[in-house]
């Protein structure tokens, strides 16, 4: 079956499109920049790239007509600019208009569970885009999900971030509200289970768990499983815009889904009844076996999508590719080179670097510059990076966005998505003499921009000739 897979990069789409090649069905891969996409690390020729951004319905024309199905995986609840209601119908609609035109059979559409009169802003628009996606010229099938665990999901790591840090908690009243979480795996068994059967057509199905639990109950189990003693107090004084502020400093989230976030969990996510796990012969996981699962995909270094790694900044509304060059005229540069003894060692260095590993030197002055930019709004250090071995283009790295990582050409080029005066990079590089080259650049952006950048140096001689020595040892 050829089928037409959306929002590629993002969390889901990334645990699906494995699952889907396997099973031996053609993948068109629909991006909006193809430079973010890395389709190399697919060893198979059932895989293609398209690109395509819904919200420009004349580039919906690279679709091709012969596909036989579509996921409807696209969403913007973290966009920190418009209104993502607004851009969520633009999308369905334009996707709508398009997929009417192919051969498409069924459309498999992952939204969330809506069960009350009063809906957040985020189930409401959920609710718009599934009746915009109905269509007499294609059936829709609709998986309604609640909170959804697995390793790197934000759901998951917002707990983890809250019951990891914060051994005592003063929490809004939202705490006690009540839902039904879903293993990732039973996510990804419910949309490959319903391609092409004709008794899901036309019809939408809530998805959960066998566990309802308070967010509160949540937070105690994860700890509990962790080894860890919490105390949780809820005060129902805690406004939406503190509770927003408190999830945006103590966790990675941003802080417009945070906000998002915050006005979704005052509203119950249960399950209405259905068969659909019986007809399809789902075994749905508990809970807590959600979590231990999680984290033996983190302990084994196996975790295979972030919902962090699909958080786009606005820096790259323009596409990715503009920044991969990176610039040399009427740009700052730091330059360091050492000749190394073992280049391999240094190469895995610089796989590793951020992270739990951090950066090698001076890392708590890059924690501090992190923390000043989480003040300012923006993303910090909070983000860390999905692996600690491992690093794909368009990956997070702390406050760095990863633009090419080629271990055969020993490069590894990160941007920074920091609020600056400026644009940033910073580029490791191994030459054929095995000397390492690092390079920090900064494009400044008027005045401000070349205070920045002579404020910053003296930090910027004692940091980056001390990463770069540390990356040339051969021991720790």
């Given at each position: 079956?050829?089928?037409?897979?959306?929002?590629?990069?993002?969390?889901?789409?990334?645990?699906?499109?494995?699952?889907?090649?396997?099973?031996?069905?053609?993948?068109?891969?629909?991006?909006?920049?193809?430079?973010?996409?890395?389709?190399?690390?697919?060893?198979?020729?059932?895989?293609?790239?398209?690109?395509?951004?819904?919200?420009?319905?004349?580039?919906?024309?690279?679709?091709?007509?012969?596909?036989?199905?579509?996921?409807?995986?696209?969403?913007?609840?973290?966009?920190?600019?418009?209104?993502?209601?607004?851009?969520?119908?633009?999308?369905?609609?334009?996707?709508?208009?398009?997929?009417?035109?192919?051969?498409?059979?069924?459309?498999?559409?992952?939204?969330?569970?809506?069960?009350?009169?009063?809906?957040?802003?985020?189930?409401?628009?959920?609710?718009?885009?599934?009746?915009?996606?109905?269509?007499?010229?294609?059936?829709?099938?609709?998986?309604?999900?609640?909170?959804?665990?697995?390793?790197?999901?934000?759901?998951?790591?917002?707990?983890?971030?809250?019951?990891?840090?914060?051994?005592?908690?003063?929490?809004?009243?939202?705490?006690?509200?009540?839902?039904?979480?879903?293993?990732?795996?039973?996510?990804?068994?419910?949309?490959?289970?319903?391609?092409?059967?004709?008794?899901?057509?036309?019809?939408?199905?809530?998805?959960?768990?066998?566990?309802?639990?308070?967010?509160?109950?949540?937070?105690?189990?994860?700890?509990?499983?962790?080894?860890?003693?919490?105390?949780?107090?809820?005060?129902?004084?805690?406004?939406?815009?503190?509770?927003?502020?408190?999830?945006?400093?103590?966790?990675?989230?941003?802080?417009?889904?945070?906000?998002?976030?915050?006005?979704?969990?005052?509203?119950?996510?249960?399950?209405?009844?259905?068969?659909?796990?019986?007809?399809?012969?789902?075994?749905?996981?508990?809970?807590?076996?959600?979590?231990?699962?999680?984290?033996?995909?983190?302990?084994?270094?196996?975790?295979?999508?972030?919902?962090?790694?699909?958080?786009?900044?606005?820096?790259?509304?323009?596409?990715?590719?503009?920044?991969?060059?990176?610039?040399?005229?009427?740009?700052?540069?730091?330059?360091?080179?050492?000749?190394?003894?073992?280049?391999?060692?240094?190469l895995e260095k610089i796989w590793q670097i951020g992270g739990k590993a951090?950066?090698?030197?001076?890392?708590?002055?890059?924690?501090?510059?992190?923390?000043?930019?989480?003040?300012?709004?923006?993303?910090?250090?909070?983000?860390?990076?999905?692996?600690?071995?491992?690093?794909?283009?368009?990956?997070?790295?702390?406050?760095?966005?990863?633009?090419?990582?080629?271990?055969?050409?020993?490069?590894?080029?990160?941007?920074?998505?920091?609020?600056?005066?400026?644009?940033?990079?910073?580029?490791?590089?191994?030459?054929?003499?095995?000397?390492?080259?690092?390079?920090?650049?900064?494009?400044?952006?008027?005045?401000?921009?070349?205070?920045?950048?002579?404020?910053?140096?003296?930090?910027?001689?004692?940091?980056?000739?001390?990463?770069?020595?540390?990356?040339?040892?051969?021991?720790?």
């Amino acid at each position: 079956m050829k089928i037409l897979l959306t929002g590629v990069t993002g969390y889901i789409a990334q645990r699906l499109l494995p699952v889907l090649l396997e099973n031996g069905h053609e993948v068109v891969c629909c991006v909006r920049d193809s430079s973010r996409f890395n389709i190399d690390k697919y060893d198979t020729q059932n895989i293609s790239v398209i690109e395509a951004d819904f919200l420009n319905k004349e580039s919906l024309q690279n679709i091709p007509n012969d596909i036989d199905l579509a996921y409807y995986l696209i969403h913007s609840m973290s966009t920190q600019k418009g209104n993502f209601g607004e851009m969520e119908e633009v999308c369905a609609t334009n996707f709508n208009n398009r997929i009417k035109e192919t051969n498409a059979k069924q459309v498999i559409y992952l939204s969330g569970i809506i069960n009350a009169e009063e809906l957040s802003k985020h189930l409401s628009s959920r609710k718009k885009v599934e009746t915009i996606l109905s269509s007499k010229k294609y059936a829709l099938t609709t998986l309604k999900a609640g909170i959804i665990v697995g390793s790197g999901s934000a759901s998951f790591e917002i707990i983890r971030d809250l019951v990891e840090k914060l051994p005592f908690m003063i929490t809004p009243s939202w705490l006690k509200t009540k839902c039904q979480p879903i293993a990732i795996r039973n996510v990804i068994e419910f949309l490959v289970g319903v391609i092409g059967k004709t008794e899901t057509y036309h019809k939408g199905y809530d998805i959960g768990g066998p566990d309802i639990l308070t967010y509160k109950e949540m937070l105690l189990r994860f700890a509990k499983i962790r080894g860890l003693k919490r105390k949780i107090v809820i005060v129902p004084v805690m406004t939406p815009r503190i509770s927003s502020y408190w999830l945006y400093f103590v966790t990675s989230t941003s802080y417009s889904l945070a906000k998002n976030l915050v006005n979704s969990m005052k509203v119950e996510v249960i399950c209405k009844p259905n068969n659909l796990a019986a007809a399809l012969g789902i075994k749905l996981i508990d809970y807590n076996t959600s979590i231990h699962l999680a984290f033996d995909k983190i302990e084994q270094n196996q975790v295979l999508s972030s919902w962090k790694d699909a958080q786009t900044s606005e820096i790259f509304k323009e596409g990715f590719s503009k920044f991969i060059e990176v610039p040399s005229n009427g740009c700052f540069k730091d330059i360091r080179s050492l000749k190394l003894e073992d280049s391999s060692i240094s190469l895995e260095k610089i796989w590793q670097i951020g992270g739990k590993a951090g950066w090698y030197y001076g890392t708590f002055l890059w924690e501090l510059r992190g923390f000043i930019d989480q003040i300012f709004g923006g993303v910090g250090m909070r983000r860390g990076r999905k692996s600690d071995t491992e690093l794909n283009k368009g990956d997070t790295l702390d406050f760095w966005r990863v633009m090419i990582a080629n271990k055969e050409e020993k490069r590894l080029l990160l941007y920074a998505e920091m609020k600056l005066p400026g644009e940033a990079w910073l580029e490791f590089k191994i030459d054929k003499d095995d000397t390492i080259i690092q390079t920090a650049t900064f494009r400044t952006i008027g005045l401000l921009g070349r205070l920045y950048w002579y404020s910053v140096l003296p930090f910027h001689g004692l940091i980056f000739k001390g990463m770069i020595k540390k990356i040339a040892a051969t021991k720790a």
